[in-house]
């Protein structure tokens, strides 16, 4: 039997980007540049309930899987929403923080949650025993891996919870009226109409990727940013400067804004990542109403460009039904968890159980509502 052991690692700069990176390889949003932005910035930090807490396994001294974690002391900015087993604790005069979770902050998109070369049999497990272990000893009160994929499911000791996102797929399109041609007359009216009034607007839209975006720009998308959160949520945004700051000169290629100029003004901008097949659309903002730009900066604009650069996906982030109607398909998303108490544990199980089969029969009410004719 290999002999594997392991060590809780308080910043990822112990580790370091190469070492990291080798394991995280084309994981996006695991990568160093991207998590370590987050903890330089004090964006994941203890101050914010997001506790850095990374989980580091190697086979005699050769680091072979990092799981990205946190010590959390609430249940924000996670996008697997348990604050319904948190005020059941409550109610029994139980404390549900702390947790721990494995995932990235801010960031619901899917993605490798074990950073390793080879996923073996071996290594799942002792990775499940360890987390069991530590829950435990710490007094954690759970542990949870949120947006893993299908192979990285743990069977044994972990519950699989089911929700459901939005994503579009490129089937093979040349262009965006390629695209419109899939779909029913209404909803290629529908789309056409909406474009057309942005179009009818005094707005100037662009595109900037790489070295072409200035911290000017980075900067007009970060007043955006603020405002619109400001408008929707109260708060400034979980993110702040000194985040875009970095990844904008860290993970410099993988970064485009689209942006709108109302003359020579800044008004609107949204803010995408790609890497080899796959646009992710993160965050966008304005400074004033303009009807349908919100739809053109953070969905029409994004399927331009992944069809003009061949991209098969188009992930736009979490939520929204109204996706649906714009050509975006329901696909299924994965959280692992495991509870410390056994009486909870029995209750949760049997509400991840109850709640898969809603969950299945509300991706099968989305695919009725596609826009696509009939095949």
């Not at 000194?242 to 410099?252: H, K, P, V, Y």
Request: with cysteine.
């Amino acid at each position: 039997m290999i002999m594997l052991s392991y060590q809780f690692i308080s910043q990822i700069s112990i580790i370091g980007r190469t070492q990291w990176n080798i394991l995280a390889q084309q994981n996006l949003f695991c990568q160093y540049e991207w998590l370590v932005a987050l903890e330089n910035s004090h964006c994941a930090s203890a101050h914010t309930g997001w506790q850095p807490h990374h989980l580091a396994v190697y086979q005699q001294d050769t680091l072979i899987a990092i799981l990205p974690g946190y010590i959390k002391s609430h249940s924000y900015g996670e996008y697997v929403f348990d604050w319904s087993w948190a005020e059941a604790y409550e109610a029994h005069s139980l404390t549900y923080y702390p947790k721990w979770l494995s995932g990235v902050p801010f960031t619901p998109i899917t993605g490798k949650r074990i950073l390793t070369k080879t996923l073996t049999t071996e290594l799942s497990a002792y990775i499940q025993h360890v987390l069991q272990q530590e829950m435990l000893n710490k007094q954690w009160s759970s542990t949870h891996i949120n947006f893993l994929t299908q192979a990285e499911h743990f069977n044994d000791t972990m519950m699989i919870r089911h929700a459901v996102q939005f994503h579009w797929q490129n089937k093979g399109f040349q262009c965006f009226d390629d695209f419109l041609a899939t779909m029913t007359a209404r909803k290629r009216k529908m789309i056409k109409k909406e474009r057309s009034q942005v179009a009818a607007t005094s707005l100037n839209i662009i595109w900037l990727s790489g070295d072409e975006i200035t911290t000017e720009h980075m900067q007009g998308f970060f007043s955006c940013y603020q405002q619109t959160y400001l408008k929707r949520s109260g708060h400034h945004g979980y993110l702040n400067w000194a985040f875009f700051d970095e990844i904008q000169r860290t993970m410099q290629k993988s970064i485009h804004l689209c942006i709108a100029y109302d003359t020579e003004t800044l008004v609107a901008a949204s803010l995408y990542l790609s890497d080899g097949d796959t646009l992710y659309g993160r965050y966008w903002g304005s400074l004033a109403e303009y009807q349908h730009l919100h739809f053109e900066l953070c969905y029409y604009r994004g399927i331009d460009f992944a069809i003009k650069n061949q991209l098969l996906r188009f992930d736009a982030g979490a939520q929204g039904e109204h996706k649906l109607a714009r050509g975006f398909e329901p696909k299924t998303t994965y959280s692992a968890h495991q509870i410390a108490d056994p009486m909870f544990a029995r209750a949760i199980t049997d509400f991840i159980a109850r709640e898969r089969i809603h969950i299945a029969q509300y991706a099968l009410q989305c695919k009725a509502q596609l826009p696509f004719k009939n095949e």
